[in-house]
């Protein structure tokens, strides 16, 4: 597949995921003082600027391809996009799919330190400190911030 065509889809996704997503966020209710923005404002500006961002790439992606088709053969080749390791590809979705799974039954810590020490362990980390203090640390950070902090409770 040729390499601005991926980035088109990708693009499309998101865009049609933060839609979605957008109009989710009418259920999160309101707040008792008006002047407080609620709980929607803060998925709400992220999900415009996703779209924003997925937008933008599409009109880079259509410039890259009006420049590929005035171009030579030569680098029209070199713009594609070649799935080498199919199995791998196939396991960071699984392993994303469980992740979402995995949340609600065990919880978020859990599940994430699962989550980020395969996802590792698939990206070639093979240092054991590594894999057991990224995620370690990556969930006391988000504890301390989120839950000690910011006061939120976390699934």
């Known amino acids: 597949m040729k390499m601005w065509i991926g980035e088109i889809i990708i693009s499309v996704l998101l865009i049609i995921f933060s839609v979605i997503a957008f109009t989710m966020t009418a259920d999160f209710g309101g ?23 997925s937008v933008n790439q599409i009109i880079i992606s259509l410039r890259k391809r009006a420049r590929l088709a005035n171009a030579g053969e030569e680098v029209k080749e070199k713009a594609t996009v070649k ?4 199995l791998r590809f196939f396991l960071f979705l ?8 995995a949340l609600p039954v065990i919880g978020f810590y859990s599940a994430t330190m699962a989550f980020m020490f395969l996802f590792m362990l698939l990206l070639g980390e ?3 400190l590594r894999l057991l203090l ?18 939120i409770r976390l699934p």
């Not at 707040?31 to 961002?53: E, K, Q, S, W, Y």
């Not at 990224?134 to 006061?151: A, D, E, K, R, S």
């Open 83 to 86: 799935l080498d390791n199919k």
């Open 126 to 128: 093979r240092k054991w």
């Open 134 to 151: 990224v995620p370690t640390g990556f969930n006391l950070f988000i504890h301390v911030v989120f839950v000690m902090v910011l006061n």
């Open 31 to 53: 707040t008792v003082n008006p002047i407080d923005v609620g709980p929607a404002a803060f998925p709400r500006m992220t999900l415009i600027l996703v779209i924003a961002i």
């Open 94 to 101: 699984a392993l994303m799919v469980a992740y979402g799974f």
